[in-house]
């Protein structure tokens, strides 16, 4: 298993470091969004994922119990699904989906903090070397720095090293791996267009 986490992040500090310098430009006159569209965007949100489910397979973490049976808990505050979900979506008729591109990036953004603060409040090593650092890095290099006042993320936790702490770890990761894949698609979404 440890071996598997190891190429995930090799993997992905590999595609990072190759992708450094792509970008696609914005044109002229378009809406300000808190999403800096690089080419580098959906190869972070992908590494992300792969880190979030690399460590939800640390059976060490979450010692006691099976972490794969447990129920995710999301962070529902931000209202990203709703955000992100297109106002037209009727398969049916084959129409162009529409979002707000703007709103829904600005709430996973949002979510982005309150995850990276929720996983910095555990101090656990495996958090901070994979899925904190994958937060930074595509926060850093997808969204402005101006889209979020810092001051809205704050976290309060009062953590214990117990069975409680590990199942509501357990619990807090299934949410961010569902949240993960909702960035995945929207990425996909936004820049493919």
Known sequence: M???????????????????QCSIAVPLGARQSPLRLTGMCNLLARSLLWNVSAV????HLFSGFDCTQQNAEVH?????????????????HGAVLNIDENEC????????????ETFRAYSKPELTKSVVRSIDELMQNCFSVSAMDNSLAKVSMDHQKSFQERLQLCKVLQGFNLRTITINRVFNYILSK
């Open 2 to 20: 440890l071996p598997r986490v190891c190429t995930y992040l090799a993997v992905s500090t590999l595609c990072f470091a190759l992708l450094w």
């Open 105 to 116: 990036l600005q709430r996973i953004l949002e979510d982005l903090h309150y995850y990276r």
């Open 56 to 59: 939800l397979e640390m059976d």
């Open 76 to 92: 529902i505050r931000t209202q990203t699904v709703s955000a992100c979900t297109p106002q037209n979506s009727n398969c049916a």
